[in-house]
Antibody, heavy 118, light 106 residues
């Protein structure tokens, strides 16, 4: 069955770099797109960016200068890296599979809660 | 960016009908989707493209709307429907989400 699982640190120091891995199973990264969405505590959801099935990427301009998304198809993994972390980057980070045509997220990982500490 | 506006909270009794609205700052055609999120969990898809029920979702949930005004309806509401409901549009770049409507079952 389709699964996505995020792994990453619980705590990151201010101004440091966040690295999170999304490991997927039950589908191929060359067929489906995987996106990153984050949610600050008690707040709404924010789309961050995408890894397209063809290998291209797309980013929310709010993050463009400090966000990088990549993948390793042989390991079925998508990677998020974001630098220059600030306290307002404290959030739960989700990866989600996109159903491309209509543009909805049909499967989500459980998320990883990251706290940026000063 | 397309701003999606949702009322922050609603409270209803079991067995009642509830409608949750989502208004877009610009047209999104029918490319509006709805998710349910319970505390500590990931969002779960309920409705896609305004009115299509996702697989495994009870028929108590329905969606309507097009353009800028959309509604998620739950009828009848059950205690287990306590959650926050988010809308999301995929017509305009970037994808955006509403701020969520927290549904309380009295």
């Amino acid at each position: 069955q389709v699964q996505l699982k995020e792994t990453g640190p619980d705590l990151v120091q201010l101004t440091q770099t966040l690295s999170i891995t999304c490991t997927v199973s039950g589908f191929s990264l060359t067929t489906y797109n995987v996106h990153w969405v984050r949610q600050p505590p008690g707040k709404g959801l924010e789309w961050m960016g995408a890894m397209w099935n063809g290998g291209g990427t797309d980013y929310n301009s709010a993050f463009k200068s400090r966000l990088s998304i990549s993948r390793d198809t042989s390991k079925s993994q998508v990677f998020l890296k974001m630098n220059s972390l600030q306290t307002d980057d404290t959030a739960k980070y989700f990866c989600a599979r996109l159903n491309y045509g209509p543009g909805y997220f049909d499967y989500w990982g459980q998320g990883v809660m990251v706290t940026v500490s000063s | 960016d397309t701003v999606l506006t949702q009322s922050p909270a609603l409270a209803v009794s079991p067995g009642e009908r509830v409608s949750i609205s989502c208004r877009a700052s610009e047209g999104v055609n029918s490319y509006m989707h709805w998710y349910q999120q319970k505390p500590g969990q990931q969002p779960k898809l309920l409705i896609y493209k305004a009115s299509n029920l996702a697989s495994g979702v009870p028929a108590r949930f329905s969606g309507s709307g097009s353009g800028t005004d959309f509604t998620l309806t739950i009828d009848p509401v059950e205690a287990d429907d306590t959650a926050t409901y988010f809308c999301q549009q995929s017509w305009n770049d970037p994808f955006t989400f509403g701020s969520g409507t927290k549904l309380e079952i009295k």
